[in-house]
């Protein structure tokens, strides 16, 4: 009971991996590629809570200025606001050319 | 009693936000008082837009409903609110009815950190600025499943504008605040994103920021106030909404409860970003001349000037009684004016207590300055014509980021000048 | 610095949060209520982030993701229509190989965090005393410092990214070059 309410950096990373394992499903499982991508924002926002977590248990070994989990999910972030644009982007040339956003149904060069 | 006096005395006298000291109770005291605060400046908007607007354009605006329409959005409230709640039928159902609630959490969100004072917020944020314009940015994602919930042509086409216009335009507002927070380094405390602490660097350089580094500080508060209008979805840029063009944009479905609280959200969202542009580049809650014009006397002159409003808030309600139409059938009108003035007056007259008159300037100087952002939103509706979208992007895109872009950069060699000056010498010199 | 009010509490109540809104985001069928259900997710993340006293990247989390990225997610999705898609099936043929991957890779963590050196699991909680007031300083000086900035290339080379993308989405996104 005492380690439920007392809440430690493991606590975190069982919720990052619960999330990834989430996205991993969603990424693995679905058609609709909209979701897929959002599936994959998923994993990126487990890592980041993963390195965020790791971050302060890094500041409680070396001091309050060890943040670079910190700045690592900040370039996660960043990571993920482009890995967004370019993906929709290519969802929208994708849905132009076949009429459907169904990521089994991009077989064009499959023959 | 006594000790429950003694105990509001310590607060007031306290020099920590209730979140600051942890204290959830004057916390919660807080919050209420600026929600009740934002529902009267909002229902005082809305009489005063259609006064301004009506006498703007050489109307009378609303006059039947109390004294000038003095009871005119207290009739539209409980109007909207015995309004049948229609939810269409081909809508979908649970967005249509999540969307309005988002908004409004956004809009009211963003009050946690707005300072009327030194003291006088619900809390001080470490990441002040950053906070409000992510909340606030949040509103966006309340229209657009408004307009798409809907699922009618209408509502889809005024959430795309709506999106398309406030994330161009965050851009720009994004850029405009980067230069206000590189001033706030300048200073001796260092800087910092802290809403408070923008204010404090001001008071401590001596001067508001609109002035810093003329014409930059200028020219970062004229970025902000266009971007701010776009955000807000206000005339000329409320292309979202525009009558001729989409009936109502993304509330056409909506009536009733719903529709008011995208109003609600509306006007609160007005008076959030207008406090943001009063704190960044206004000085806050800081007097007008605080250099120029020091010393007890002149502390004196303006913290009269809350009452002085109050006073002549009152004078013009006598001035209208005595004009009032002497038929018998005004007699009920002509009293409630008079008993308005009378409210008023009283009002004011409790401001010039010396205990309660200290402890108001700060939120008087705040409240003034938002109030003329406020009439100049009113001022805007009443003068420019809306833009067409190609406009209002190319604005957004082609005028505003770049001369963002630009000003960060000059504030930056402005503000390094003397380093830089070091350092160039120390290339040159082998 | 005050200390934290009932952390546990908010804790379990935002990792359900985020838990539910995940399953929702991979199980919805309509894919604007996949997204409303990441943005809670999102939300409820940067609620963690302030609790592991990181306001910064709380901060960056809210008008980022929730702000930015998911608002294009919209976009997109009312862009193209999705009334069709709704109306076909929504998993893969494979959707049982992927779930038995996700499976074997729940049992690596599993394992992971379970095991135990010397009677102690591997992560330790490290002591932390001191609050959050510094927190953008001390990210600033270390992306952007002449001495402690080890990461100004690695932002250089982000920025660098960021233009590959915008280039990329507008090729990708454009009718004709």
């Known amino acids: 009971m005492d380690a439920m309410l007392h809440i430690s950096t493991l606590h975190y990373l069982v919720l990052g991996a619960a999330l990834f394992l989430l996205g991993v499903i969603g990424v693995l499982t679905r058609r609709n590629v909209v979701i897929v991508l959002m599936s994959i924002e998923l994993i990126l926002n487990a890592v980041n809570l993963n390195l965020v977590a790791f971050s302060r248990y890094w500041q409680g070994i070396h001091g309050p200025s060890a943040l670079h989990g910190q700045v690592f999910a900040i370039f996660v972030i960043t990571d993920a606001a482009a890995e967004a644009a370019v993906g929709l982007g290519i969802l929208i040339a994708f849905f132009r050319n076949k009429e459907t956003v169904n990521v089994d149904e991009v077989n064009l060069l499959k023959w | 009693m006594h000790g429950f006096l003694q105990y509001i005395q310590s607060y007031l006298d306290s020099d920590k936000t209730p979140g600051g000291a942890g204290n959830i109770f004057w916390a919660t005291v807080y919050i209420l008082l600026v929600f009740a605060g934002l529902s009267v400046a909002v229902i005082a908007m809305n009489w005063l837009e259609r006064k301004i607007l009506a006498h703007m354009q050489v109307r009378l605006g609303p006059m039947r409903v109390g004294p000038h329409g003095l009871l005119q959005p207290i009739a539209d409230a409980i109007k909207l609110l015995l309004k049948e709640d229609i939810i269409p039928a081909e809508a979908d159902a649970l967005v249509f009815w999540i969307a309005p609630f988002i908004v ?30 992510g909340v606030s940015s949040l509103s966006v994602l309340g229209i657009v499943t408004a307009g798409w919930a809907s699922n009618s042509h209408y509502p889809l086409i005024g959430a795309l504008r709506s999106s398309a216009q406030m994330v161009s335009y965050e851009v720009a507002m994004g850029l405009a605040v980067v230069s206000v927070i590189l001033m706030t380094s300048l200073g001796p405390e260092g800087g910092t994103l802290s809403m408070i602490g923008i204010v404090q660097a001001q008071q401590a350089q001596g001067e508001w920021f609109i002035f810093k580094f003329f014409p930059l500080g200028l020219v970062g508060f004229f970025i902000f106030a266009i971007a701010m209008v776009a955000e807000t979805n206000r005339a000329p840029f409320d292309l979202p909404e525009a009558e001729s063009e989409l009936t109502a ?5 909506y009536s009733g409860f719903r529709w008011s609280l995208f109003f609600l959200a509306e006007y609160s969202a007005m008076i959030a970003v207008s ?12 007097r007008p001349f605080p250099n120029a014009l020091t010393g007890p006397t002149w502390d004196l002159v303006f913290s009269l000037f809350p009452g002085i409003t109050f006073l002549l808030l009152a004078v013009m309600c006598f001035y209208n009684t005595a004009r009032m139409p002497k038929h018998p059938l005004f007699r009920v009108q002509t009293m409630g004016l008079a008993g308005f003035g009378v409210v008023l007056a009283l009002i004011g007259l409790i401001l010039f207590i010396p205990a309660v008159r200290v402890r108001v300037t700060d939120i008087y100087w705040f409240a003034a300055k938002v109030g003329a952002f406020m009439y100049l939103y009113i001022w ?15 604005v957004g895109w082609k005028v505003l980021l ?6 960060l950069i000059l504030t930056a060699l402005v503000g390094m000048r003397t380093e830089l000056w070091a350092e160039l010498q120390g290339v040159w010199r082998p | 610095m005050n200390p934290p009010v009932a952390t546990p509490f908010f804790f379990y109540l935002l990792a359900a949060t985020m838990i539910a809104g995940g399953i929702l985001v991979i199980t919805r069928k309509n894919a604007v209520h996949s997204a409303m259900a990441l943005i809670t997710t999102l939300l409820a993340q940067a609620g963690l982030y302030l ?33 069709r898609a709704e109306k076909e099936r929504q998993f893969n043929k494979q959707w049982l190989v992927g779930i038995v991957a996700a499976g074997a890779l729940g049992g690596l963590f599993i394992a992971v965090y379970t095991t135990t050196t010397k009677g102690k699991i591997l992560f ?8 959050e007031t510094q927190n953008t300083q001390a990210i600033g000086s270390l992306l952007f410092d002449r001495g402690a900035g080890q990461y100004m290339f690695a932002f250089e080379i982000a920025s660098l990214l960021l233009l590959v993308a915008i ?3 507008v090729v990708m996104a454009k009718k004709r070059i």
């Open chain 2, 402 to 407: 770049p001369t963002g872009l630009v000003l």
């Open chain 2, 380 to 394: 805007y509706r009443g003068t420019f014509p809306r833009y067409r979208f190609d406009q209002l992007m190319k």
């Open chain 3, 167 to 169: 280039i990329g989405a």
């Open chain 2, 104 to 133: 409004v959490l956004a809009a009211f969100t963003v009050f946690v950190v707005v300072p009327f004072g030194p003291t006088h917020a619900i809390t001080d944020m470490n990441i002040g600025i950053l906070f409000m314009l």
């Open chain 2, 249 to 253: 944009g993304f509330h056409t479905e």
């Open chain 3, 124 to 131: 330790p909680e490290g002591q932390l005393t001191y609050g």
């Open chain 3, 51 to 83: 609790m592991l006293y990181a306001p910064f990247v709380a901060g960056v989390q809210i008008i980022l993701y929730a702000g930015g990225i998911m608002v294009l997610f919209l976009f997109v999705i009312m862009l193209i229509s999705i009334e």
């Open chain 2, 275 to 286: 406090s943001i542009a009063v704190t960044l580049w206004l000085g806050g809650w800081l």
